[in-house]
């Protein structure tokens, strides 16, 4: 079975463009979890599980506090962009951004720190990158909860080198308008849905989104009509239409709390949630978090997008993203990673959790 040597996982450089190198399309994950496995096994201090693509890793020295560091194994579809291409400064190839080159921290970090300030739980997991229902960290907050136990945790998605800071939430519902079918010739006979759902425009028109700081963090809240749809046809008078919106909503919100309050916005009118994710507080007062806000010497900001962090936060975990990728090249055909940020990074998760 192909390996990592000791040289490539001891320099995070050579390791992201290794574990690039093996393409591991989500769905396609085995082979790269193999891997990852076999380094993780080949370091003494770590206890390692394994279910489906997904690992855990754990240091287990009694040392009352413990930090969970994550990642993703699988890309998106490669586009002609594997294996990784180096430039100069520049790593280029599909997950050098996300998030391979953030991954090969958290291996880089589990493999070769045996002696941390903190206990450290290291988890590796798959198909993140398509539908929810197959989400490895999904499947085991469901299932092995006690994996994601913490008192705080960083998911190493891009963030070029940025704090981010928890996650907003995002909820999905319909507003449905209904009316009486007529001619248009005759629209005196019939009710128009689609004029009835004007109301529900007004008011997402004139909604006032809220901004709220939480440890420090803006979260900028918004709730759009994201699409409308109904009609019978060009001659009758449509008897019903149904207006989809999105609410991003802060993490000092629940999703009961995002949903009573999209019910009081469209009070009067029929709201079905169809969709939601909760989000995730920035947990910036605990002081493990600080003392990484610290270690990192930039300020935290608020993460506006939905990302697992909110899974470490539905098992009680704080959780802040914090990856050496550019999130704006994700997904691109020409994704790249700047080589000086994955040293950066390296060396500031080593400063933090070292001794
Ligand atoms: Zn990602």
């Known amino acids: 079975m192909e390996t990592l040597s000791a040289a490539t996982v001891a320099d995070p450089?050579?390791?992201?463009?290794?574990?690039?190198?093996?393409?591991?399309?989500?769905?396609?994950e085995e082979r790269i979890t193999d891997v990852v496995e076999a380094a993780l096994r080949g370091a003494g201090h770590l206890a390692v599980e394994r279910d489906g693509n997904v690992l855990l890793a754990r240091?287990?020295?009694?040392?009352?506090?413990?930090v969970a560091l994550a990642g993703h194994l699988d890309t998106?579809?490669?586009?002609?962009?594997?294996?990784?291409?180096?430039?100069?400064?520049?790593?280029?190839?599909?997950g050098t951004s996300d998030m391979k080159s953030g991954t090969a921290l958290a291996l880089h970090l589990a493999v070769t720190l045996a002696d941390p300030r903190y206990d450290l739980?290291?988890?590796?997991?798959?198909?993140?990158?398509?539908?929810?229902?197959?989400?490895?960290?999904?499947?085991?907050?469901?299932?092995?909860p006690e994996?994601?136990?913490?008192?705080?945790?960083?998911?190493?998605?891009?963030?070029?080198?940025?704090?981010?800071?928890?996650?907003?939430?995002?909820?999905?519902?319909?507003?449905?308008?209904?009316?009486?079918?007529?001619?248009?010739?005759?629209?005196?006979?019939?009710?128009?849905?689609?004029?009835?759902?004007?109301?529900?425009?007004?008011?997402?028109?004139?909604?006032?989104?809220?901004?709220?700081t939480i440890d420090g963090c803006e979260y900028?809240?918004?709730?759009?009509?994201?699409?409308?749809?109904?009609?019978?046809?060009?001659?009758?008078?449509?008897?019903?239409?149904?207006?989809?919106?999105?609410?991003?909503?802060a993490p000092d919100r629940s999703e009961a709390d995002a949903e009573a309050h999209l019910r009081e916005v469209f009070d009067g009118l029929d709201v079905t949630v169809t969709d939601s994710a909760p989000g995730a507080l920035p947990g910036l007062a605990d002081p493990a978090a600080a003392e990484f806000v610290a270690a990192i010497g930039r300020p935290a900001r608020a993460k506006l997008g939905w990302t697992d962090v909110a899974r470490f936060a539905a098992a009680g975990v704080p959780a802040l993203n914090y990856g050496p990728g550019d999130p704006n090249l994700a997904h691109k055909?020409?994704?790249?990673?700047?080589?000086?940020?994955?040293?950066?990074?390296?060396?500031?998760?080593?400063?933090?959790l070292g001794r």
């Open 13 to 28: 450089v050579e390791l992201t463009r290794a574990l690039v190198d093996i393409e591991s399309v989500s769905g396609d």
């Open 59 to 66: 240091t287990e020295l009694g040392l009352g506090k413990r």
């Open 76 to 94: 998106v579809p490669i586009a002609d962009n594997v294996p990784a291409r180096i430039d100069g400064d520049v790593m280029w190839g599909c």
């Open 121 to 144: 739980t290291y988890v590796f997991y798959d198909c993140e990158e398509i539908e929810a229902e197959r989400n490895g960290l999904n499947r085991i907050s469901r299932t092995r």
């Open 147 to 212: 994996w994601l136990a913490a008192d705080f945790a960083i998911l190493l998605e891009p963030t070029y080198g940025e704090v981010e800071a928890g996650c907003q939430g995002t909820m999905r519902a319909s507003i449905t308008t209904t009316g009486v079918r007529a001619h248009a010739a005759r629209s005196w006979l019939g009710s128009n849905a689609i004029h009835a759902a004007g109301d529900a425009l007004d008011r997402l028109r004139r909604y006032e989104a809220r901004r709220v």
């Open 220 to 249: 900028r809240e918004g709730l759009n009509a994201v699409r409308i749809a109904g009609g019978v046809a060009g001659n009758v008078i449509p008897d019903e239409c149904v207006l989809d919106v999105n609410f991003r909503f």
């Open 333 to 352: 055909k020409d994704e790249r990673v700047e080589i000086p940020r994955i040293r950066t990074g390296a060396a500031a998760l080593r400063r933090w």
